[in-house]
Nanobody
Framework: QVQLVESGGGLVQPGGSLRLSCAAS????????MGWYRQASGKERELVAT???????NYADSVKGRFTLSRDSAKNTVYLQMNSLKPEDTAVYYC????????????WGQGTQVTVSS
């Protein structure tokens, strides 16, 4: 139905930067919300940042001021610019999209590893 293609993960030193991208494609759909979640080893999956179809953003307190979520609506793509990265940001980051295809549906990307290590 909907495919999510993620890229941009990798290894970075503390204080460094990475940019993640996620592009949604497939069936014709209306995006309600799109963004990123993350799951560190031994931890629950948690929200990082989301953006609504109307452009409203929501950030986890732990990343606010360091991460910026933006979008290219024409390409159904979101970008997560991550600055001032900390070791505690290490996790698998998952793209998430909440869409309407006749009814509400949620899709997840396969995940991309972000490792912040000194």
């Amino acid at each position: 139905q909907v495919q999510l293609v993620e890229s941009g993960g990798g290894l970075v030193q503390p204080g460094g930067s990475l940019r993640l991208s996620c592009a949604a494609s497939g069936s014709i759909f209306i995006i309600r919300t799109m963004g990123w979640y993350r799951q560190a080893s031994g931890k629950e999956r948690e929200l990082v940042a989301t953006i609504t179809g109307g452009g409203t953003t929501n950030y986890a307190d732990s990343v606010k001021g360091r991460f910026t979520l933006s979008r290219d609506s024409a390409k159904n793509t979101v970008y997560l610019q991550m600055n001032s990265l900390k070791p505690e940001d290490t996790a698998v980051y998952y793209c998430n999209v909440d869409v309407f295809i006749g009814s509400k549906r949620v899709y997840w990307g396969q995940g991309t590893q972000v490792t912040v290590s000194s």
